[in-house]
């Protein structure tokens, strides 16, 4: 069988980083898409497949002659970028060094179906939302946004074989609850009301990619952080409940957070790396994916006990009465829609005794801070 360095290509990652993507910023907007879209138009299929509610262009990338098709899509939220990034990292894998024997072995063996831009209104204005506030990832039973109408329509014209539906995740998520421990990535299989053994075949499969992707990423993530199992509450109108119920195995990727990494550059380079694991399990086990995927569930659940900042044991006094408390800091994210930048508000989120809440800045204060009138309330933003 053929060899998967995952090492290898960890550590030649930056060698191949489509570097005409921006990495200073989290923004992948729609006229960033049309510049790589020109930049490869010569090199790869790239189809218009429909229009979005503003009457954008829904792009669809094609790559592979290989018999097991992989249907991928990334920014059906539009403020959720690093998919995006990542599979063009990986379209310049392919083409930088496409004579290397894994490039050929995944041209040989698969087709990869990619839209890199579900939602390219959202990502105008960095919403998670579309052009008329419809959460695309709660639109798969009624289907009245034209954007999930072009992705079903899309799975039903090709039919493929394993589904990759790329996100974002929050900072909030750690995995586990004994110490500090970001979810760096998280995957999920996708929750279905199981009827019979082959409905939960289609699920077993994407439990079986999600496992050995595990498997390949542990081998090179830094010692902080860990790879987390996302939430499986069965959500009716999602997308990845619904198409796996229907039969298409789905694997949810979540790129995560690490600490210093705003703009996650580590994150883009280890997301990655999973897909291309995922890749190469799906090549050489064709038929037998499920393999394995008892151990889907020993992959640790993700918690959400992660907070931006924690200022702890904050001596505060009102009305002649000393506490000691702990105050909780979320970092939220405001576009500014004319300069095309991003802001950070940070804003108090919990107040008390968060002595069982992680965080990725930690400060012990000696001294009161708040008195009668400016005493801390939820919601404010920090300005202490």
Known sequence: MLLFDIESICYNYESFKDRSINSSTKIFNYYNLLKLIEKYKNIYSINPIGLSVEKRIIFQIKWGIGKIKVFIWS??????????????????????????????????????????????????????RNAINIDLNRDAIR???????????EIDKHKPNVLFNLHDQRSI????????????????????????????????????????????????????GAIGRFSDKFYPTATGDTLQKIGY????????????DLQKKKIRKYNVLSILAGF???????????????????IPKNKDILLDKIYRKVKVRKNNYRFLIDIGIMNFEEFNIHE??????????????LSNFFTYNELILSKELFFEKNYPKIGDIERF
């Open 75 to 128: 920014q059906m939220h539009g403020n959720e970028t690093t998919g995006t990034k990542s599979m063009f990292d990986i379209f310049h894998f392919f083409l930088k060094y496409k004579n290397h024997h894994l490039v050929k072995f995944f041209f040989k063996n698969l087709t990869i179906l990619y839209i890199p831009m579900l939602n390219p209104d959202g990502s105008e204005k960095f919403q998670r």
């Open 143 to 153: 289907l009245q946004s034209p954007e999930m109408k072009i992705l079903f329509n």
């Open 173 to 224: 998520y750690n995995v586990g609850d004994e110490f500090f421990n970001p979810a760096i990535l998280s995957f999920l299989s996708p929750t279905i009301p199981v009827k019979g053994n082959n409905d939960f075949l289609c699920r077993k499969k994407s439990m079986g990619i999600i496992y050995f992707i595990t498997k390949e990423i542990n081998k090179v993530l830094p010692k902080i």
């Open 249 to 260: 195995p789905c694997v949810l990727f979540e790129a995560g957070n690490y600490p210093k």
């Open 280 to 298: 190469y399990f799906i090549s050489c086990q064709k038929n037998n994916l499920e393999k394995d995927y008892s151990y889907y569930f020993s």
């Open 340 to 353: 095309k930048n991003i802001s950070i508000i940070s804003k108090i989120v919990d107040i008390g005794d």
